[in-house]
């Protein structure tokens, strides 16, 4: 049933109110919880709040302390950097391998898709990390192995500050499922018949990897490696975890964001933790930027 | 691939002495009591982690399926001043860390007098705060046929009953995807806890677990494994369920972790 009514130019208010109505919830909580959170946290970083008493403003002295004075902001940003940089590239490389060899036409492609899906749905969960711990203890799987493989004894891996990183970086390279996925559904973009024409002039099979494949999934693995960066920077349930919150072996596993947390919540320095959070977004978007900017060198969008 | 999560599986069932001096997966006799002794071993069962777990995800997935809605069905449909500019500002919440945000949030909820309870790992959800959802839901909406809207506007249904009616209705699948992967960010969450519950009757399984890991100490292998084990269980299922949703949704969307 119609009902006819004569028509009426809406007020800008009948115009405009539905739009902001559906978006009360989001804009309460992006004033609330981003926006302002966002500025309070930049003011604070030029305070020394600690929560009992009001901030006092203490200028530049945070930036000054981190930049100059602060030896375990300088050793958790090299095992930061070094897990990025050891776990990043050879995720991907692994992902990529692996989304290849699936992308055969192999039978059965749905099990293994899932299969090493697994392990990164399962992520950053502290079960994992307790696995981990496990698996690399003084008497876990990985020494009774290579115990009976080769008769060697192997280290107390997490223990030992020589090698923890390590096992966190294989924790990381173990969960390379989400960005395989992902290179698989880039894979399948590629048109076939660039193949076909390529195997009809003789192209060898590297090739037709080196010529093709590869650039045309340099959008992929751009985006692959820009999300994964981002997300390493910010790993921390692991390194808590397997170093029961310390960081330790002497600081071997100090990620930069579990000396934040040590900072913010261990010793309430809340100032100088806003700041170390807003070094660390710098340091992020300085990356980002970087891989922007040589992401026109040597990535290729058809157009 | 699967061995690590296997091999913690079967120990848990496993002799103590026989998890670490053998690889092989499959155990001498089955000993399930490690299951009893790890659930109500602790001060608190773990039963009671596994229920506030329960309450906050659920709370989670509800909270960001209608927050993220309404505001992805305004930014891809309604017409209102400022769209463009507040749209933007959405997108570039996107990239902002939750570090940076982490700290006065915590002073603010610790004002409310929300910290020790599960206010701040809740309430955040119906306001939105996750982009990520917002976004996936506006590239969902977009791609639903605008005649459908227009003809329901031209016999004078309302946006909520547009919302409501035709474009919920419709938009299943993406919402379905939302929900899962909120619910399993939610499960999988160790800071948040860490940060907001202190009270070992809130504690979270993540946060019980982890304490279960401490109080234990090197001694019980075989029921740290079995309830490692149990807490991994809802997301193995929602993996074994949703399996081709949550895959195409990776894949799409280049869903993160």
Request: glycine share 6%; net charge neutral.
């Amino acid at each position: 049933m119609r009902v006819e009514t004569s028509y009426k130019a809406p007020s800008a208010f009948a115009r405009n109110a539905p739009g902001y109505l559906f978006l009360l919830p989001w804009f309460i909580g992006f004033f609330g919880l981003t926006l302002g959170p966002a500025i309070a946290s930049l003011y604070l970083s030029f305070t020394d709040y600690n929560l009992l008493q009001a901030p006092n403003m203490v200028g530049l002295d945070n930036y000054v302390r981190i930049a100059t004075a602060d030896d375990k902001f300088l050793s958790s940003m090299k095992v930061t950097l070094f897990y990025v940089v050891c776990s990043v590239p050879l995720k991907l490389a692994f992902a990529l391998l692996v989304a290849l060899l699936l992308n055969r036409g192999i039978r059965g492609l749905p099990v293994y898709r899932a299969i090493f899906y697994l392990p990164s749905l399962l992520g950053s969960s502290v079960a994992i990390a307790v696995l981990w711990r496990q698996i690399f203890d003084a008497d876990g799987i990985v020494n009774t192995l290579l115990w009976y493989a080769f008769g060697i004894n192997g280290p107390s891996w997490i223990s030992n500050p020589d090698y923890s990183l390590y096992t966190l970086v294989i924790l990381a390279i173990w969960q390379f499922g989400s960005p395989m996925i992902i290179f698989l559904a880039g894979l399948r973009q590629i048109p076939t018949d660039l193949y076909e024409a390529a195997s009809l002039d003789g192209a060898s099979k590297a090739r037709i990897f080196f010529k093709i494949t590869l650039p045309l999934l340099t959008p992929v693995i751009f985006f692959n490696a820009v999300v994964q960066t981002i997300d390493a920077f910010k790993a921390f349930t692991p390194a808590y975890v397997i170093s029961s919150g310390t960081g330790g072996p002497i600081d071997s596993t100090l990620f930069y964001t579990l000396y934040l947390y040590q900072e913010a919540f261990g010793y309430f320095r809340m100032g100088y933790a806003s700041a170390l959070a807003w070094v660390l977004v710098i340091i992020i978007a300085i990356f980002t930027a970087f891989s922007f900017l040589s992401a026109r060198y040597w990535v290729h969008y058809d157009d | 691939m699967l061995y690590p999560l296997l091999w913690m599986l079967s120990g848990s069932v496993k002799d103590q002495n026989e998890i670490f001096g053998t690889a092989s997966l499959i155990p001498s006799h089955f000993d399930f009591s490690s299951y009893a002794r790890g659930w109500f071993g602790g001060q608190v069962t773990f039963g009671s982690f596994v229920w506030n777990s329960v309450v906050i995800a659920v709370l989670s997935v509800i909270g960001n399926v209608i927050s993220c809605s309404l505001a992805a069905y305004a930014f891809a449909r309604l017409n209102f001043w400022g769209k463009n500019f507040w749209f933007a500002l959405m997108l570039g919440t996107l990239m902002l860390p939750y570090h940076v945000t982490l700290i006065p949030q915590y002073i603010l909820f610790l004002k409310l007098g929300w910290v020790k309870t599960m206010l701040p790992l809740v309430v955040p959800k119906f306001l939105a705060v996750d982009a990520f959802f917002i976004f996936l839901m506006v590239q969902f909406f977009r791609g639903i046929p605008r005649e459908l809207d227009e003809a329901a506007m031209m016999d004078g249904c309302s946006a909520w009953r547009i919302y409501w009616r035709i474009m919920l209705p419709l938009s299943l699948p993406v919402l379905a995807t939302a929900a899962i992967f909120s619910f399993i960010w939610t499960w999988d969450d160790f800071f948040g806890p860490l940060i907001y519950l202190s009270d070992i009757n809130t504690y979270t399984v993540q946060l019980g677990l982890r304490s279960f890991v401490d109080s234990t100490g090197s001694s019980d292998w075989s029921s740290l494994f079995a309830m490692s084990s149990i807490s991994l269980i809802p997301v193995f299922l929602i993996f074994l369920f949703f399996q081709r949703l949550l895959i195409d949704g990776i894949a799409t969307a280049g869903l993160k972790r």
